[in-house]
């Protein structure tokens, strides 16, 4: 899928306001603009909505092939604030398959600076139907 699909599916992702700008096998990207309800006591974006977002892509990147997928565990790290009205784009690719568990890197910018990276383990059932 290329464009934008406005209903990431997850009522989170959607309260949040975060748009799926492109979804493929193993990769997935995501945007989502900063607004005065994502800000922290220092004024910048709280970290927990950068992380969301993140975890996001990442929860695309993974479930959109194979078997469902679920995390186990995941971690960010921040590298420079992003600020109310900006745009960050969190991409999230996938680095390493076996058949139960998988590991994404998601990188999330904005204005083209790296706000964070991310990566994200999965379990996969390999005994259930895929589910999207």
Do not use: C
């Not at 076996?98 to 990566?119: D, H, I, S």
């Amino acid at each position: 899928m290329n464009g934008v699909d406005t209903d990431p599916g997850d009522a989170l992702a959607r309260l949040l306001g975060f748009e799926v700008l492109d979804r493929n096998p193993r990769r997935a990207t995501l945007r989502g603009t900063v607004g005065p309800d994502h800000l922290n006591h220092h004024g910048t974006a709280h970290g927990g909505f950068v992380f969301t977002l993140a975890d996001m892509a990442f929860s695309i990147a993974a479930n959109d092939h194979g078997p469902p997928a679920v995390g186990l565990v995941a971690a960010i790290h921040h590298t420079r604030p992003a600020h109310e009205g900006q745009v960050l784009v969190a991409e999230a690719r996938e680095i390493a398959l076996g058949r139960t568990a998988a590991t994404y890197e998601v990188t999330v910018t904005a204005e083209g600076r790296t706000v964070a990276l991310f990566t994200g383990t999965v379990h996969r059932h390999p005994e259930r139907p895929s589910g999207g």
